[in-house]
């Protein structure tokens, strides 16, 4: 049984007009439920902050139903069974689930995700053996599907899914340019990442320095951002490129996206591909077992930015659509 009897949650209080903002969001407390038959009660751990969860609070048509209102806001989460009514888990399990902006959760084993913390940190089940990992195994080898000695073009390059992509892309024999902002990130890219270059997009120059970067142009994009990077991008492009379209950060938060090299999806007979990684689970098994071989063998580097318990979490989800985090964004629920 849990050793308290209430547990804090945050649920989203209105939708945001133009930025969001920590009024969006409202702190509660509410007793922890009693078990039936079949459930267990999680301790979360930690948090996942991701840039989907900005879109959801959208009141709009996309690829899931909107964040409801006065609802626990969605996010994947990583914790311990303290309490179990079911018999495949047992108190001291640590699992995988989405239990949301909540310091506790309850399921019925329907989605959850058994892990191994003495092999894999639990808080990278949320980074690069999680939903960012995946995302970028399979972007890059279901839908860039890049060849040795091809150019990989990167955006958000030190965030939590471009950092994956790149580290791929380059164990698969690419030359692997990233795009980031600042040249902390960009020097990390480079230097631990082992990225072949990186561009700085706050410079000021970032079409001419994407230009000097990928001199042989771009054979695959793995798109984070849009907006001028995209754009950018998109000039640069070879023959039969291929675009993984991922996020569109830039354009979450108000920012419209302007594209003025559309017409290279013509003359370069480019393909370009959105996708939305919950869709494709049976490519999971494959892609986790990858991934977390390399980063139990240190073959596989990642960066957290760990806000510091439930009341931080809007305004580490706010930083992080403003470009603030250095690496994958979590927030911390446990002492």
Known sequence: MS????????VLA??????????????????????????????????????????????????AAPQELNAVMVGGTVGEIIESKNSRYKPG??????????????????????????RIPLSAYLGAVGMPGMTAWYGLTQVIGPKAGETVVVSAASGAVGSVVGQLAKLRGCRVVGIAGGREKCAYVV????FDACV??????????????????????????GGEGLDACLGLMNPFGRIALCGLIAAYDGEPTVLKNVR?????????RGFIISEHMEFWPQG????????????????????????????????????????????????
């Open 191 to 194: 230097n631990e990442l082992g």
């Open 93 to 118: 399990d640590f699992v995988a689930g989405g239990f949301g902006w909540s310091e506790m959760g309850v399921s019925d084993g329907a989605g959850l995700r058994r892990l191994d913390p003495a």
């Open 288 to 335: 986790l077992a990858e991934l977390g071989d390399l980063v139990a063998a240190g073959k596989l580097k990642y960066r957290e930015s760990i806000a510091q318990g439930l009341r931080s979490a809007p305004e580490a989800l706010i930083g992080l659509l403003r470009g603030r985090n250095f690496g994958k964004q979590l927030v911390k629920l446990v002492d």
């Open 14 to 63: 209105s939708r945001p007009q133009g930025r969001v903002s920590p009024g969006n969001f409202r702190l509660e407390r509410v007793p922890v439920p009693a078990l039936q038959d079949g459930q267990v009660l999680v301790r979360n751990h930690y948090l996942s902050l991701d840039p989907y969860m900005r879109m959801r609070m959208e009141d709009v048509k996309s690829y």
């Open 200 to 225: 700085d997009y706050k410079a000021g120059h970032l079409l001419e320095d994407l230009r000097a970067a990928a001199p042989d142009g771009v054979d695959g994009l793995f798109e984070n951002v």
């Open 264 to 272: 290279m999806l013509l003359t370069m007979r480019l393909s370009l």
């Open 3 to 10: 050793s308290t009897a209430t547990y804090q949650q945050i």
